[in-house]
């Protein structure tokens, strides 16, 4: 990242509740950044980022309480936009058959796959699950996370996709980490309902959307359009009912095959189009007219093993936010942590350590409609920041296994 100039020309003379001195700063409101920086909080929000030069009077007499950084870089909190981390049960011993050689099909066909993950879903109490994804979530914090979006999807009929948004709700009422839960009923045909796929989108549409939103527990929804899961049709018609309710949508697309999902939910206005390797030129066009965010997830590309990398020079090219995420879940994405995916994003899909910073932050606010108050260190906004103990920003990408996290404050409160 080169050197910019503090936004902030003026002398800060205000007071603040806290006041971060002798930092660098990688705001991610735009391109650069600002050595020898400090950076004022009040209330729950960031009120000032400048140069130490501009400070007007002694830091003490300017803030409650005043961190010495030492050198040290501040970074917006990470907001991991694409998250399946309410689960039961282990898919460990499936990941030793495909070494072995067996096929998807297979395991399937041996009560693996998905369905094994929506057994123990439903088998497991809402405390379960809670107390399960609790520590998912707790390892998430530490290492820098401050905002998460959080599907359902492995319940599949209503009582257990309800049970699954209990639980990030109740993540989201108990932990400072701010959740956006995400409604995903269409995320696989489950078993009862084989070779009928029609008449379960049927009960998400007539039954479970609008449960949904009389409890208040979702804030988008999201399908799995792809070969292997819904149609381009049976999407529009759980976006149009989405809509009809008044979610946001968002879409798992073009992951396997080019199913021109990402078309058909850009003239929904989706927030966010998620995997995107087989996109077309047709439906990248689409995004760009529409204002949607990539979602690119290279944590299911590593463990699947796939060869065929999203289009990063349309994206590019057409202007369009490029988010990145951990796409955490048992089977596809068993990653723990942003600073992996970032080193991936980078090595397997050619980004910029820039563009994967942009990516778990102000892109992947903007993949959840949040960019308007995180993603970002500016005046305003969130006070949701990470100290991290690093060189530089690069290191975010560089190392691997490494956690650097030295603070992390969300609204104003340090937490960490």
Known sequence: MTKTKSPGASRYSSTCDTLFINAN???????????NA??????????WTGPMTSLAAPPESL????????????????????????????????????????????ISRQGGGIFSTVRAVR???????????????TRFLHQGVTCV?????YGLDPENELKMLAVAGRLGRNFPVHVEPTFLGAHALPPEFSERSDDYVDLVINEMLPRVKSQGIAT?????????????????????ASADLGFRVKLHAEQLSDSDGSALA????????????YLSPKGAEAMANHGVTAVLLPGAFYFLKETRIPPMALFRKMGIPMALSTDINPGTSPVFGMTPVLNMGCLLFGMTCEEALAGVTIN?????????????LEPGKDADLVVWDIDSPADLCYFVGRNPVETVMISGEIVL
């Open 266 to 277: 850009a003239g929904f206005n989706a927030l966010s189009c998620d995997h995107l390797e």
């Open 63 to 106: 803030a409650g309480k005043v961190i010495d950084c030492s050198g040290k870089w501040i970074l917006p909190g990470f907001v991991d936009c694409h998250t399946h981390m309410i689960w039961a049960g282990s898919r460990a011993k499936e990941f030793q058959m495909r070494l072995a050689g067996k096929t998807y099909e297979e």
């Open 220 to 240: 988008a929804v999201d399908v799995f359009c792809e070969t292997i899961a819904f149609s381009r049709n049976q999407t529009e018609r759980v976006f149009r």
């Open 38 to 47: 400090c950076l004022a909080v009040k209330g729950n929000t960031v009120e």
């Open 25 to 35: 700063l990688a705001t991610m409101a735009g391109p650069g950044t600002i050595e």
């Open 123 to 137: 088998e497991a109490s809402e405390d379960r699950l809670f107390n399960l994804a609790k520590d998912r979530l």
């Open 149 to 153: 979006e959080i599907k359902s999807g």
């Open 364 to 376: 992947g606010a903007k993949a959840l409609g949040l960019d308007h108050k995180k993603g970002s």
